[in-house]
């Protein structure tokens, strides 16, 4: 019996993200199973072969707090897309009946003042399947107007090839003076030449973990993929043999800093910006201990204090003085992908960077990152941790990847026939 691997990937609607004139949705995460520790990877048993993989759950759990006056009457509509998260008009593998309104809510803590109602949905249900596999967008849908709140994605894997990631260390040429140190990344896909062609494997997307808006790209499509600069690619070799999808010289980073919220009396809940003890410093690759691999953990925290805490962050920039960027506060509390509201400002009076910003109460891992607000869709460009945070090889940061086949079946699309994740130290498959 075949398997489907769905690889659900976390994503962040800001506070000024998609909203009508009484919803807006604060926060979306999506993972493994009931864990939040778990890799966003359920496995469907309703295919012909058993899987190889050990990544995975048997569902994946989309949650989201919202700020309403009630609980919302929502639905999900899922949407295939390609390798480059592009919408495929294929109406075989998208289907406009693929959608869900089975959601259980829970209350928010009676004092919360940051969000109302939390809800959580499962991939797949009852009233949604996967049948392909491939890259799919969950675009979360208010019925009174069929207004779009929020979007987030996962990915399902269709496993009729083996892969495996090697790592080495490298060099680049950073823009600070920070540590050159880099990493070069290999995904080896291999697999029986009777059952795939091996024109039709044209992609490896890798991804640090939980950072699902921060894909390395190696293909052999003319595709605008946005790696980093200092970056290159190569693909070589057969799939018979094994295939090998090379990146060079991406930025090795630093282990994440930790911001730990569970202590109520140290992070009491007043509704009062709380000011971090003492400002973050500017760091090059140095680090005290290993973090949560970017993901972030509530399950110590109870269910009357499972809320939002308002917090004050503050990043000392000496040796040196302010950055020529925009800097922001990056993490696990936004899912990895600012927007203008996780800006900060330069304090001239402090000689500090501050931010104040509502952080849910759990375990958090975090970068200061620079770049720049584009004026038209407000995106974050060019963002990079380079500047205050420096690198590293000694960062336990766990990889991605995932093998993306040609299918020609059904009018044709983008599938994924692999999955491995690994990090410098350890690996599994």
Same mark, same amino acid.
């Given at each position: 019996m075949r398997v489907i691997v769905l690889i659900?990937?976390?994503?962040?609607?800001?506070?000024? $993200?998609?909203?009508d004139e009484t919803t807006v949705?604060?926060?979306?995460?999506?993972? $493994? $199973?009931?864990?939040?520790?778990?890799? /966003?990877?359920?496995? #469907? !048993?309703?295919? !012909?072969?058993?899987?190889?993989?050990t990544i995975g759950a048997e569902f994946v759990t989309v949650e989201?707090?919202?700020? !309403? &006056? &009630?609980? /919302?009457?929502?639905?999900?509509? #899922?949407? %295939?897309?390609?390798?480059f998260w592009n919408d495929d008009d294929n109406g075989f593998v998208s289907d406009i009946t693929m959608r869900t309104s089975l959601a259980d809510w829970t209350l928010a803590p009676q004092r919360s003042r940051f969000f109302s109602y939390r809800g959580k949905m499962r991939f797949p249900n009852e009233q949604v399947n996967v049948r392909f596999s491939g890259n799919w967008?969950?675009? #979360?849908?208010?019925?009174?107007?069929?207004r779009l709140l929020t979007e987030t994605r996962f990915f399902a894997v269709d496993e009729s090839a083996s892969m495996r990631m090697n790592f080495m260390t490298d060099f680049y040429e950073p823009r600070y003076r920070v540590s050159t140190t880099a990493l070069t990344l290999e995904a080896l896909v291999s697999a029986d030449p009777s059952r795939l062609l091996d024109g039709m494997l044209h992609t490896v997307v890798i991804y640090r973990n939980s950072r699902w808006n921060e894909p390395f790209t190696i293909t052999t499509k003319a595709a605008d993929v946005a790696n980093p600069p200092s970056?290159?690619?190569?693909?070589?070799?057969?799939?018979? $043999?094994?295939?090998v999808f090379r990146i060079s010289r991406i930025p090795a980073e630093n282990e994440y800093r930790i911001l730990d919220l569970s202590n109520t009396a140290r992070f009491p809940s007043t509704g009062q910006p709380i000011r971090l003890p003492l400002s973050d410093l500017r760091r090059n690759g140095n680090f005290f201990q290993r973090a949560n691999d970017g993901v972030m953990v509530t399950s110590m925290i109870s269910s009357s204090d499972d809320e939002y805490v308002p917090i004050e962050f503050l990043l000392d920039p000496t040796p040196g003085g302010p950055s020529a960027e925009d800097v922001f506060v990056v993490g696990s509390f936004n899912s990895w992908k600012p927007d203008r509201? =996780?800006?900060?400002? =330069?304090?001239?009076?402090?000689?500090?960077?501050?931010?104040r910003q509502w952080v849910r109460r759990g375990s958090h891992d975090y970068l200061y990152g620079t770049g720049r607000v584009n004026a038209d869709s407000g995106d #974050?460009?060019?963002? !990079?941790?380079?500047?205050f945070e420096g690198n590293t090889a000694s960062a336990g %940061?766990?990889?991605?990847?995932?093998?993306?086949?040609?299918?020609l079946d059904y009018g044709g699309y983008d599938g994924i026939v692999a999955v491995t994740t690994s990090n410098i130290y350890t690996g599994y498959r």
């Open positions: 659900a990937v976390v994503a962040l609607a800001a506070a000024t $993200g998609y909203a949705v604060r926060m979306v995460r999506t993972y $493994g $199973g009931t864990d939040e520790r778990m890799p /966003p990877v359920v496995m #469907i !048993s309703n295919r !012909s072969t058993q899987t190889t993989s989201f707090d919202v700020q !309403s &006056t &009630t609980i /919302p009457n929502i639905y999900a509509r #899922i949407v %295939h897309c390609d390798a967008k969950v675009r #979360i849908y208010d019925m009174d107007g069929d970056s290159s690619t190569s693909v070589g070799g057969v799939l018979y $043999g094994g295939k509201s =996780w800006q900060m400002s =330069w304090s001239d009076e402090l000689r500090l960077y501050r931010l #974050i460009v060019n963002l !990079s941790f380079e500047e %940061h766990g990889f991605l990847a995932l093998a993306y086949y040609r299918v």
